[in-house]
């Protein structure tokens, strides 16, 4: 039995690449290996993707298509800070004393 590291909940927009050009999309659910996305069309199992995380590009493979949503698997993972973009978790990285993550001023 194989056993898929746990995902985290999320509703959140991104904008895919793909083979037929831009998409926008949402990730709803993410951990550093995948994540499950809704409202991709057209898109077929081995279909590669690429989107942006933190400014940095982040390339994908489909793995499971089914009813507009999709599977996708990171290659290579993405990082933690990633994972907790993609989450809205604001305390992923702690970059000062109150707490608070991303240190943008309107957060603390």
């Known amino acids: 039995m194989h056993h898929r590291q746990h995902r985290y ?4 927009p991104i904008e895919l690449r793909t083979a037929t050009g831009p998409e ?3 990730v709803v659910d993410v951990n550093n290996t995948g994540a499950r996305i809704e409202g ?3 898109a077929r199992r081995g279909d590669k993707l690429q989107l942006n995380i933190l400014s940095l590009r982040v390339d994908a493979v489909v793995q499971w298509v089914a009813g507009g949503r999709a599977g996708i698997v990171f290659r290579p993972q993405i990082t933690n800070d990633q994972v907790d973009t ?3 978790r604001r305390d ?3 970059t000062d004393n109150r707490g608070v993550g991303f240190g943008f001023a309107e957060m603390r």
């Open 9 to 12: 909940n999320t509703q959140y």
């Open 24 to 26: 926008k999309a949402q």
């Open 40 to 42: 991709l069309c057209g």
């Open 86 to 88: 993609l989450r809205y």
């Open 92 to 94: 992923g990285r702690k």
